[in-house]
């Protein structure tokens, strides 16, 4: 009978739809299934039997293994069950922003042994850490932090030798700082660890000196609001590389130790309110300090001393009750970036004098209860709010200055609209700064030491918003906007603010995207201005995924046609069948279609070189396209050549201009190679380094495309060739700019990057004249991308001569200090103006030879570049010598490593008198007009195309 038939056919589809092979690992698929049923709200995609195969949000796998598990904000409930252990290739674990997430963390966790990323922030996890977290041996990020974790630190942790950031802040932890003993490890071992986050916790006992040694790396060390007792252990001035030190709110007691001032890096450094007690530390050597804060301690009755006035990179001083007197010296106030100075409840007397005050940063003067008699104001100071409340000046009857009552301004900061108008919207959705009705992504930014302190300036969060929407567009997100609001201080002078992010094409994310989003903040994936400092994002729990409502349903929707199907006869089969046709019709024509798109399809048919190219960011360009952006590679289009081929210049349909490398037949490289290159080369994002737009493999060609550098290469203009003018003060900031983008590729490019040829013909400079690292044909991926580990690769002696490291050139032993030795002659290139090879004479040798540091310049007044300008001091000159002959030591070993060259030279510009953080892309307004009328060459008339204003410091790069 045709209806037993139909029902048989039903079975055998059903049975077709069951038996299809499973992509997805046993395990892997049994243990999400456990995770799965113990969890409330996981995405509506959890279905079926194949989490690989039918790509669960929040899920990745390599193969048929889930290496990843992201998913943040989802409002996952439930507890972590020890199925978890099942997932043996797991890589990445991200559960943050989940505060129904309770219960403790099982042991089996010890288990994941190939987990690098352990993030679970502001869930509500409680209970122990287990100690078998310090047997996750490939661990590099571990955050719990804003927890209810209670109990000890693990000693355990001290065998992540991986681990780069360890955040344990914000939970309930008690016991000492465990330190390693003869049989047990601590955290001292942790020498390759950058970060050290625990804060807000009840830590007790001596901060253990043996925790810091002179051969750590940590640039933060965050123990506030503790309950440490005993004195600063006199090891911390061993850290050499820290940055950020907050040891506020404890109940440390004794002298601060005198060598915390070797810490030369340190630039936000928080002791207030602890039980310290005098002679106050004599800080003179850290010069790079921004904001200082020794409130609330008993330092014993002192002269305000004169050395702050030496701080120049300073913006903070907070010295609340700490005993000062005397008059505060004028020449503080003189201190260029200064915003802030409360020094509230001192005994400070005589006249407050801030008539050589610098205007555009000051902001606010508290000296509330202090015995200042007298107040002399300098004109024009009205946006400095100065507070004498309490002190003589204000007692006497009658006086009405406004110095004398406290007036409250807060910031009430919000994103402005981007040239539109605000859209009234329904359903709680929101309108966006482009004025698009949405449901953005919530959640707090907290800042743990920025290292500014006026919150009325606006252009900090215009800052912070670029450099957060290039990170999302850099990982291209789903984000439209964002929006920033309400910046202040909490209660533990963090500095926080709401931030919303709207999705991009629609008005809703959906599971995957706030997964990445989440991921990208808790992860610390975005790395936010250096101005900034440490952050924690505290997400919320997301509530409007799009799609939610069809989706929930599905299993039994599909069910319940198959049901009715077979009670009700062949019409609803056939329509069934028929359906099923056409989704797979459908599906072929979708993958036709996205074959069509998919810009690496050549990749895909020629396995030989290994399938597609793992691309951040880089573009597929077609030989068409490429052709028509620079009119048919004319002529005129050609700003250069060399072995390879040549250079074009082209303009995109957005205008934006790009130099196009066009690679000639002959010297094409295989095509494994060319995709290695491009691989490498889109991972690079540093703003001293020339970034790739795209490529094209497309008809035989092998193409580059780059950002174009307008005005070309260092090598031209020390030649004279472009007409700009290098004196000594820019040619200290290309040098500096080239380093840093140097030290970027061999520190924090992921896998690290040995350029392999260096020279100025390979730093470009912008329109601002900012350096930027070029031309990476001969770059090697250097070892291993999990630790960041640079190794020594043996390789075929590549490079250019005057430029070659002697010693790889004997050993072909490539390390970075390689490059190191290129940079060391650039820098002699930038003090000669002469090629590193000129009429039979090496600059290296010239240099040395001719050098006498007794004599004025070193004696080598003749052999400098005469465009330098010889008639100003070349301030900073000796030092510059100095470190170009260490980078061109015959030993690689005795040269420093960029990231020593880049403080060098940044201590030079300080020397000079200016500020090494200032981003030239703040550049006054005088220069942009003058590149906008074109009325004149912005190089050659300006008095300085580098007219530094100092707000702020480059933005810290983004390593992926
Ligand atoms: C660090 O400081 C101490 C004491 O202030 C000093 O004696 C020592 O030389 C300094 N060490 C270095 C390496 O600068
Ligand atoms: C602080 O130290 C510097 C050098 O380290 C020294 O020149 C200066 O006199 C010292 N200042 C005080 C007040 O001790
Ligand atoms: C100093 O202590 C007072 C009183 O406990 C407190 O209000 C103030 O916030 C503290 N100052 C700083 C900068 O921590
Ligand atoms: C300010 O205080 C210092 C120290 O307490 C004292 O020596 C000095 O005479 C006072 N000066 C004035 C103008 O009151």
């Given at each position: 009978m045709g209806s037993r038939i139909l029902v048989f056919l039903v079975v055998a589809l059903i049975q077709v739809c069951t038996t299809t092979p499973a992509v997805t690992n046993n395990d892997d698929f049994n243990a999400l299934k456990a995770l799965k049923d113990v969890w409330d709200n996981v995405p509506p995609t959890w279905v079926g039997a194949d989490p690989c195969g039918s790509r669960w949000d929040g899920i990745v796998c390599t193969n048929s293994r889930v290496t990843s598990i992201t998913l943040a904000s989802m409002g996952l409930k439930g507890t972590l069950s020890g199925d978890i252990s099942l997932l043996s290739e797991l890589q990445i674990l991200d559960l943050s922003y989940n505060t129904e997430l309770t219960g403790s963390l099982p042991l089996a966790i010890g288990d994941l042994k190939k987990l690098t990323n352990l993030i679970l922030v502001r869930c509500r996890f409680s209970g122990p850490i287990p100690d078998a977290i310090g047997s996750l041996s490939q661990l590099t990020d571990l955050s719990l932090n804003s927890n209810r974790f209670s109990g000890s630190i693990p000693p355990s942790l001290g065998n992540l030798d991986k681990l780069f950031w360890l955040d344990l802040a914000d939970n309930m932890l008690t016991g000492t700082i465990p330190v390693s003993t003869g049989t047990t490890p601590g955290l001292d071992l942790l020498v390759h660890t950058k970060h050290f986050h625990l804060g807000f916790n009840q830590l007790t006992g001596q901060i253990p000196p043996k925790l810091f040694s002179s051969g750590m790396n940590l640039i933060h060390v965050l123990l506030e609001s503790n309950k440490l007792t005993g004195s600063i252990p006199s090891t911390l001035g061993l850290v050499k590389s820290l940055e950020v030190v907050r040891l506020d709110n404890n109940s440390l007691t004794g002298p601060v130790p005198s060598n915390i001032n070797n810490l030369t890096s340190v630039s936000e450094m928080f002791l207030s309110n602890n039980g310290l007690t005098g002679p106050l530390p004599n800080l003179t050597g850290m010069d790079h300090l921004t904001y200082l804060d020794m409130s609330n301690n008993t330092f014993g009755a002192t002269d305000f001393p004169p050395w702050f006035s030496t701080l120049q990179s300073l913006t903070t001083l907070v010295m609340e009750k700490t005993q000062l007197q005397g008059q505060i010296p004028s020449d503080f106030f003189s201190l260029s970036n200064l915003q802030t100075l409360d020094a509230r409840n001192n005994k400070f007397n005589g006249t407050l004098d801030i008539r050589t005050s610098s205007i555009n940063q000051l902001s606010l003067i508290d000296l509330r209860e202090n015995q200042i008699s007298a107040f002399t104001e300098r004109p024009g100071i009205e946006k400095v709010g100065v507070i004498l409340v309490d002190n003589p000046v204000c007692q006497e009857t009658g006086v009405t200055e406004s110095y004398c009552s406290v007036s409250q301004n807060e910031s009430s900061y919000s994103t402005p609209l981007n040239n539109c108008v605000a859209s009234s919207c329904f359903a709680n959705q929101i309108s966006s700064p482009n004025c698009k009705c949405a449901f953005p992504y919530t959640g707090l930014l907290q800042f743990?030491?920025?290292?500014?302190?006026?919150?009325?300036?606006d252009t900090y969060y215009t800052v912070l918003e670029q450099s957060l929407m290039n990170s999302f567009k850099f990982h291209q997100l789903p984000v439209d906007s964002v929006n920033l609001s309400h910046p202040r201080k909490d209660s533990s002078t963090y500095l926080v603010m709401n931030l919303q992010v709207f999705p991009f094409g629609q008005d809703r994310f959906n599971w995957t995207g706030i997964s990445r989003i989440g991921f990208a903040l808790s992860n610390q994936i975005f790395k936010p201005p250096s101005q900034f400092g440490p952050f924690v994002f505290h997400g919320d729990t997301y509530l409007n995924f799009a799609g939610k409502e069809v989706t929930g349903s599905n299993k039994s929707s599909n069910t319940g046609v198959i049901i009715g199907a077979v009670a009700g006869g062949s019409v609803l089969l056939l329509l069934l069948l028929g359906a099923g046709l056409y989704a797979h019709r459908q599906k072929k024509r979708a993958e036709k279609a996205t074959e069509q798109n998919n810009p690496f399809a050549q990749w895909e048919s020629n396995k030989s070189i290994g399938g597609v190219p793992q691309l951040k960011g880089a573009r597929n360009f077609s030989f068409e396209e490429l052709r028509k952006y620079s009119n048919n590679f004319s002529e005129t289009n050609d700003i250069g050549s060399g072995g390879y081929g040549n250079v074009y210049r082209g303009v995109l349909p957005t205008g934006e201009l790009i130099a196009i490398k066009r690679a000639q037949q002959g010297s094409m490289q295989g095509g494994l190679e060319f995709k290695t290159e491009i691989e490498l080369l889109s991972r690079v994002h540093h703003k001293n380094v020339v970034s790739l737009i795209g490529f094209c493999f497309d008809r035989g060609e092998q193409m580059l495309v780059y950002e174009f550098v307008p005005n070309g290469s260092l090598m031209e203009s020390l030649s004279g060739k472009t007409g700009i003018r290098l004196d000594w003060v820019r040619r200290l900031k290309v040098a500096l700019g080239a380093a840093r983008g140097l030290a970027y590729l061999h520190e924090l490019a992921n896998p690290p990057i040995i350029h392999r040829d260096i020279k100025s013909s390979n730093i470009l400079l912008d329109e601002r004249l900012n350096a930027k690292v070029a031309d990476f044909g001969l770059s090697k991926p250097m070892g291993d991308s999990e630790t960041g580990h640079l190794t020594h690769v043996t390789t075929q002696v590549k490079g250019t001569m005057g430029y070659m490291d002697p010693e790889y050139y004997m050993t072909q032993q490539l390390t970075e200090k390689s490059d190191v030795y290129s940079f060391g002659v650039v820098m002699l290139e930038l003090l000669t103006g002469k090629r590193p090879i000129e009429k039979g004479k090496y600059v290296v040798r010239e240099v040395k030879t001719a050098l006498d540091r007794a004599k004025y310049l070193y004696n080598l007044g003749e052999l400098l570049d005469s465009s330098i300008g010889l008639d100003t001091t070349l301030k900073g000159l000796d030092k510059f010598v100095d470190v170009a002959l260490k980078c061109v030591e015959e030993n690689g070993s005795d040269r420093p490593t960029m990231g020593e060259v880049v403080k060098e030279i940044e201590n030079i510009l300080h020397l000079a008198g200016l500020n090494p953080n200032a981003d030239s892309a703040s550049t006054s307004a005088s220069y942009d007009d003058a590149s906008k009328g074109n009325a004149k060459h912005p190089y050659i008339f300006s008095k300085d195309a580098f007219d530094y204003s100092g707000d702020f410091p480059a933005s810290k790069v983004e390593p992926l």
């Open positions: 743990r030491a920025p290292s500014f302190s006026n919150l009325g300036n």
